[in-house]
């Protein structure tokens, strides 16, 4: 373990806003993604039954 | 048509496989959860800060697996259309139209975390490293396949014109790594290179490498969801109606 | 009555579409003006200074060709697709990969050729000069068949679709970028004297690939078209 506290993790050695873009953006993007499918396949599933 | 007792073939036609796909997508889903987790904690918490780059590097937990992902994804796409055009199987075709979308956004994550890491890196956004380059193209062939078949109304068509172009762009991609390097190599002004990265430490590899199988995991889980609406979408088809002709449901298929 | 060989299919098409081109002469005439207003109007975007103009004409010369080429393949197959010609062509005896060939090489007749004689022209105007010029000529010549050859792929595949001008290029441009990379660099390096061989018999191996490929991906991309 190499952080000493919770704001050093934060800071990532002063690089924060870059890795915490990347991971932010990164697990939007599959949060999206699988909340587009799931709402896809309720569409289409809703569509069929009527 | 058995094969060791099992009869896949029975698995490729849709009906069967949508309920199969169902069952399957709990557990890729919980795999991709566990996976991720523990690369994610390995990737913060064991392995150690890099002594050239700080802590930046750690965005090649995220980079690494989705350029990864990105390419797997085009040529096993680009497989599956070369199967549906080979074999005339629409499953093939349908399982290339679920896959398209998520390729796109892995290829998109690859170049957003690229950038991210070429700023501190390197201290600019892009450069137009081979790799980073063809990346780039991947993308536009990822959205190009989407488009193509978004804009042809005949399911037919649409499923055999994206396989092809699927196709053309699988042989495109390389030639465009191996001249992007060439060109960099004429151009010598901007030799950043991307190659010359530092010695890693094992568990930044383990990190990488179980990322990349979470990030693998996901994909499926998607990629079969997708196809789950894609199967139910092309039921309402008219071919696939109950009124629909025998010739019609023929040619659908 | 016996059946034409294939290389008088290949004779016939190629004489039949030329023949068309030249009834539509203006059409020819409206893609080399093209070439040449694009390529007049970077100068005055970009300023007169030489040493400027002469790094940047042959990045700019090869987009223009390349958006030439371009705009362009909408005629490849859109005619004879619309009056039913393409259909009864399907039918022909000989495979289709020749009628393929022979379409692209009239299209390039009358699209990719004026290009390349006329490059020398535009090369001036971007200060070029001696060995540079020939060379960009050379890689004219060897490039814009190529273009052709990809573009006709992406033509058959948006055969007859709603917004096919813009879904072509979305298809075909990133298919060209190898062409444009060799094609200028052939250009850029001669210009630097380091010679131009490499990027031209890398140019070559282009053509010849896609000679290999993209009349045979075309012809499959025809028959998706027309089912």
């Known amino acids: 373990m190499q952080w000493g506290s919770l704001t050093e993790f934060w800071a990532m050695g002063g690089y924060g806003l870059y890795v915490w873009t990347s991971f932010g953006a990164s697990a939007l993007c599959m949060v999206w993604e699988v909340l587009a499918v799931w709402r896809r396949h309720a569409a289409a599933a809703s569509r069929d039954v009527s | 048509m058995s094969f060791t007792g099992i009869n896949w073939f029975k698995y490729s036609s849709p009906q069967a496989f949508h309920p199969l796909a169902g069952r399957m997508i709990p ?17 913060f918490f064991v392995a150690p800060t890099d002594f050239q780059q700080g802590d930046a590097y750690r965005i090649i937990f995220v980079h690494v697996p989705a350029a990864w992902m990105s390419m797997f994804l085009y040529v096993i796409m680009a497989a599956w259309a070369g199967l549906g055009l080979g074999l005339n199987a629409r499953p093939s075709f349908m399982m290339a139209q679920a896959i398209a ?21 390197w201290g600019a956004w892009w450069v137009w490293d081979a790799r980073l380059t063809s990346e780039l193209i991947l993308l536009f062939q990822y959205i190009g396949i989407i488009l193509l078949r978004a804009s042809i109304d005949d399911l037919r ?3 055999r014109a994206s396989a092809v172009f699927a196709l053309v762009g699988v042989v495109n991609v390389p030639i465009i790594y191996f001249s992007v390097r060439w060109w960099n190599t004429l151009h010598q002004g901007a030799s950043v290179s991307m190659t010359a990265s530092p010695k890693m430490a094992a568990t930044m590899v383990t990190a990488m490498l179980v990322m990349t199988l979470g990030f693998w995991m996901y994909s499926i889980a998607v990629t079969l969801a997708r196809m789950r609406c894609v199967i139910v979408e092309r039921e309402r088809q008219p071919a696939w109606g109950k009124n629909a002709s025998i010739q019609e449901v023929a040619e659908a298929r | 009555m016996s059946q034409p060989s294939m290389w008088e299919a290949l004779r016939g098409v190629v004489r039949r579409d030329l023949l068309l081109a030249m009834r539509h002469r203006s059409d020819v005439a409206m893609s080399v003006f093209f070439v040449v207003i694009v390529a007049s109007l970077f100068p005055l975007g970009v300023g007169p200074e030489p040493t400027v103009l002469r790094m940047i004409g042959p990045g700019v010369l090869w987009v223009t060709a390349l958006l030439a080429c371009l705009l362009s393949l909408g005629r ?11 259909e009864q062509m399907l039918l022909i005896p000989q495979p289709l990969v020749v009628l393929v060939v022979g379409k692209v090489f009239a299209h390039w007749v009358f699209s990719g050729l004026p290009v390349v004689l006329l490059s020398p022209l535009l090369g001036l105007q971007f ?18 068949p190529t273009l052709s050859m990809i573009g006709a792929i992406g033509a058959a595949l948006t055969l007859g679709l709603r917004g096919s001008g813009f879904l072509v290029a979305l298809l075909v441009l990133p298919l060209f970028v190898p062409v444009l990379i060799f094609g200028a660099g052939a250009v850029t390096s001669s210009l630097a004297g380091i010679g131009s061989e490499a990027n031209l018999s890398l140019l070559g191996a282009c053509f010849l690939l896609s000679l290999a490929f993209a009349p045979w991906a075309t012809a499959v991309a025809l028959r998706i078209a027309l089912e």
């Open chain 3, 127 to 144: 200060g070029l000069g001696g060995d540079s010029l020939g060379v960009l000529t050379l890689s004219l010549l060897l490039g814009t």
């Open chain 2, 101 to 121: 979308p998520t390729g796109a956004m892995f290829t998109f994550l690859a170049l957003l975390t690229g950038s991210m890491w070429g700023k501190p890196t």
């Open chain 2, 27 to 43: 557990w890729f889903s919980a795999a991709a959860l566990v996976l991720i987790g523990v690369g994610l904690y390995i990737g």
């Open chain 2, 157 to 159: 068509r649409a499923d």
């Open chain 3, 76 to 86: 490849l197959f859109t005619a004879d697709y619309l009056d039913g010609v393409l």
